[in-house]
């Protein structure tokens, strides 16, 4: 079974310019997550979706950050436009509904996309 | 602010001594606990998890932790590490759908 896909593995941009990752998360896992991990510490959570809903973005800074999952499977987080304090890991997570809501939570994560803003 | 927090930043040990990583966390009521890895290079992978029930979990690699529910912690234990070992451990609670980080320990193991 194919883990988390996540792409690009890595991205350097100027700051100003926009990016985006994209996400395909394990198959039938109908909850999406989005997390950004700076340098030294832990993951924190950008925003979830349940199937095509996003269920909570309340961390999502909203000015430039926008995600999507259309069509309830593969997501996108777009950045626009970037800024030097975006540098980061952003993680890409999924989990099952049954996992979800059994209190047995267990995410997946992706490998990440590794964000450089020169 | 409800938090989880990790008391060692940065953890040296040689190979065969004994380990133990510390995580509190400020969430009432029931909770879903985790210790995930991230070793060099890798991606976040889950280590062990508690819910409900004996609250010394044991994990993949010879890890195990303790739930003491009186002191909102949830240590990471192992007897005896190896190089092997040397990598990142996040600590992390699921609270209503959320799931919340520590900041995380680095484990570095001398040969």
């Known amino acids: 079974e194919a883990g988390v896909v996540q792409s690009p593995r890595y991205k350097i941009i100027e700051k100003k310019q926009p990016v985006a990752f994209w996400c395909n998360p394990i198959s039938g896992h109908n909850t999406l997550y989005w997390y950004r991990q700076n340098l030294g510490q832990g993951p924190e959570l950008l925003i979830r979706?349940?199937?095509?809903?996003?269920?909570?973005d309340s961390q999502l800074p909203k000015d430039r950050f926008s995600a999507e999952r259309l069509k309830g499977v593969d997501s996108t987080l777009k950045i626009q436009p970037a800024e030097l304090g975006d540098s980061a890991v952003y993680l890409c997570?999924?989990?099952?509904?049954?996992?979800?809501?059994?209190?047995?939570?267990?995410?997946?994560f992706g490998a990440g996309s590794r964000l450089t803003v020169l | 602010a409800q938090s989880v927090s990790q008391h060692n930043h940065h953890v040296i040990l040689s190979e065969a001594a004994s380990l133990e990583l510390g995580c509190n966390y400020s969430?009432?009521?029931?909770?879903?606990l985790f210790w995930y890895v991230q070793y060099p290079g890798q991606h976040l992978q889950l280590l062990l998890k508690y819910f409900s029930g004996d609250p010394l979990v044991k994990g993949i690699k010879g890890f195990e932790a303790e739930f003491i529910k009186s002191k909102f912690s949830f240590n990471l234990r192992k007897p005896s590490v190896q190089w092997s070992d040397t990598a990142e451990y996040f600590c992390a609670v699921r609270k209503g759908g959320k799931l919340i980080f520590g900041q995380g320990t680095e484990l570095s193991v001398k040969p």
């Open positions: 979706y349940e199937n095509e809903e996003a269920v909570d």
């Open positions: 969430y009432g009521g029931t909770v879903n």
């Open positions: 997570a999924s989990t099952s509904p049954g996992q979800a809501y059994s209190g047995a939570n267990v995410l997946t």
